[in-house]
């Protein structure tokens, strides 16, 4: 049989190796994109709900009209002020509705990260993709879930509680360190290890499944 030349070594195994890397990130990035659907989803309910909730403040005419007339007759004639604080109060509750339907879409982000990998070790996203995360006793899928929940959704949304407020500047901030972490918990995974931050604080992995067995390569995750 002929020898192949010296130093000649075949490309197949590293093809092979490349193409399976990419479609392992494409499942983990499918992965992320249906929890953050679930997400999407949670936070137009809510929006929704704030929308009604703003929306009775503003219909409830014989409510206002009767705080209208109170502050009038305590007043002692000072009409502008008494409408002042009436305008300041309506504007203060309807950002506290905002600002509880921020409170209210980080809280659901976290309980369904915890749950799921809690209960199932794996999120709808991961499940539906073949991944797992181990180990998840509820001390590690808490710690998890809370940079997960971090980096996906809570700086965003202080970013625009920030901006709800008034705040231009802080808010520019948030929205400013809502990327880096994003971008800190995400970028790791493509690079040795696979592992990202929400995996590293936690100590756990991203294990890739064939037929209910974890298969025999790198560990894997999505954001």
């Not at 994003?182 to 604080?201: E, H, I, K, Q």
């Amino acid at each position: 049989m002929p020898r192949k030349p010296a130093g000649h070594y075949s490309d197949a195994p590293i093809t092979h190796c490349s193409r399976g890397t990419t479609v392992q990130k494409t499942r983990r990035f499918l992965a992320w994109l249906i929890d953050f659907a679930l997400v999407v989803a949670a936070a137009s309910a809510l929006a929704m709900l704030t929308f009604h909730r703003i929306s009775a403040i503003v219909t409830d005419v014989p409510g206002l009209a009767a705080r209208g007339g109170f502050d009038l007759l305590t007043s002692r004639g000072d009409v502008l002020n008494a409408s002042e604080g009436l305008g300041l109060s309506l504007w203060h509750k309807t950002v506290l509705y905002v600002e509880q339907g921020f409170g209210l879409l980080v809280l659901a982000a976290f309980l369904y990260q915890w749950a799921s990998l809690a209960l199932i070790g794996r999120t709808l996203g991961k499940a539906l993709t073949g991944f797992k995360v181990t180990p998840s006793p509820l001390r590690r899928a808490a710690l998890r879930a809370a940079v997960t929940t971090t980096a996906d959704v809570a700086v965003y949304a202080l970013a625009c509680v920030l901006l709800v407020e008034g705040h231009f500047m802080m808010s520019m901030l948030a929205w400013t360190l809502a990327v880096v972490v994003f971008l800190l918990n995400a970028l790791p995974v493509l690079f040795a290890g696979r592992r990202s931050l929400a995996d590293r604080v936690a100590g756990t992995t991203v294990e890739s499944l064939r037929l209910g067995r974890p298969a025999a390569m790198s560990p894997a995750h999505d954001s």
